[in-house]
């Protein structure tokens, strides 16, 4: 189980500026596809890594949150990752956009999100998250 309790990474700290969501979906919407547009000269990418960057995974995750936030119309955070697959690296400088493909489903309390992430049709993240607002 991931918490998201403890003290924030590095990366979540320091995102900004790191991805913009190109499309952005509808408050309410169960379904989206949003391209997300990377920052190939965003800082993060001096320490991850400095002759070879590669999109940490934390922030791969923290975009899909994101996503799944502007879907429900509220900030959320994890309280259970089902699954978490890092499938291939993602170098900003190659792969400058992602497609995030997002589902999302209501519980009780919460809401499951099933998120696909591709990069020129590859797949490069599937999550499963059980999520609560903020």
């Known amino acids: 189980m991931l918490n998201t309790r403890s ?3 590095t990366c979540l700290n320091n995102m900004e500026g790191l991805f913009t969501l190109k499309n952005t979906p509808a408050i309410g919407s169960t379904e989206s596809e949003v391209v997300v547009g990377i920052n190939a000269s965003h800082g993060i990418f001096a320490g991850h890594f400095p002759d070879q960057p590669v999109l940490p995974g934390v922030c791969m995750v923290q975009i899909a ?17 089902r699954t978490m697959k890092f499938l291939a690296p993602v170098d900003p400088n190659k792969t400058p956009e992602l497609l995030y493909r997002t589902t999302l489903t209501p519980l009780e309390g919460a809401v499951k999100a099933e998120v696909q992430a ?14 609560v607002a903020e």
């Open 118 to 131: 591709t990069a020129e049709g590859a797949s490069v993240l599937k999550l499963s998250l059980e999520l």
């Open 65 to 81: 949150i994101t996503i799944a936030g502007a879907m429900h119309g509220k900030a959320l955070r994890v309280v259970n990752a």
């Open 7 to 9: 003290e924030p990474s």
